[in-house]
C-alpha cells in the first residue's frame, strides 16, 4: 500500500503560479506511473499530467500545454506540478495518484490508478 500526501494548493489571483508536490511513502515509487488529476465542482475528475516510471513520453491536457510542467525526484519519492498563468478554469481539487503496473504506456483513465492522495485545493480568482 502506498500513501501519498498532496501540498502547495491555495488561492491565487488570475495569471499567478502554484507547485503542487505529492509525497509518497514505500520504496517502490520510482516503478510507478505517476499522474496529476483535478475535480472541478460538478465536473468529472479528469488527468492534467501524466509522467511514466521511465521514458520520455510526458502527458498533458490540451488546456494546460505550455503552462503546466510536472516532474519527480525518485530519491525524495515527490512528484511535482509546476503551473504557471493560472486560469479560473484551473479551479479544482488537484489530486496525485499512482498505477502500479509498471506500464510503459502512459494512461490517463481514473480507474487506471491505484493509489491516490487526499487533494488539495486550488483556487483561482479572476
Known amino acids: 500500500q502506498v500513501q501519498m500526501v498532496e501540498s502547495g494548493g491555495g488561492l491565487v489571483q488570475a495569471g499567478g503560479s502554484l507547485r503542487l508536490s505529492c509525497a509518497a511513502s514505500?520504496?517502490?515509487?520510482?516503478?510507478?506511473?505517476m499522474g496529476w488529476f483535478r475535480q472541478a465542482p460538478g465536473k468529472e475528475r479528469e488527468c492534467v499530467a501524466v509522467i511514466p516510471w521511465r521514458g520520455p513520453s510526458l502527458y498533458y491536457l490540451d488546456s494546460v500545454k505550455g503552462r503546466f510542467t510536472i516532474s519527480r525526484d525518485n530519491a525524495k519519492s515527490t512528484l511535482y506540478l509546476q503551473m504557471n498563468s493560472l486560469k479560473p478554469e484551473d479551479t479544482a481539487v488537484y489530486y496525485c495518484?499512482?498505477?502500479?503496473?509498471?506500464?510503459?504506456?502512459?494512461?490517463?483513465?481514473?480507474?487506471?490508478?491505484?493509489?491516490w492522495g487526499q487533494g488539495t485545493q486550488v483556487t483561482i480568482s479572476s
Open positions: 495518484a499512482a498505477d502500479r503496473h509498471l506500464s510503459t504506456v502512459v494512461h490517463t483513465l481514473v480507474a487506471e490508478y491505484d493509489y
Open positions: 514505500g520504496r517502490t515509487f520510482g516503478f510507478y506511473n
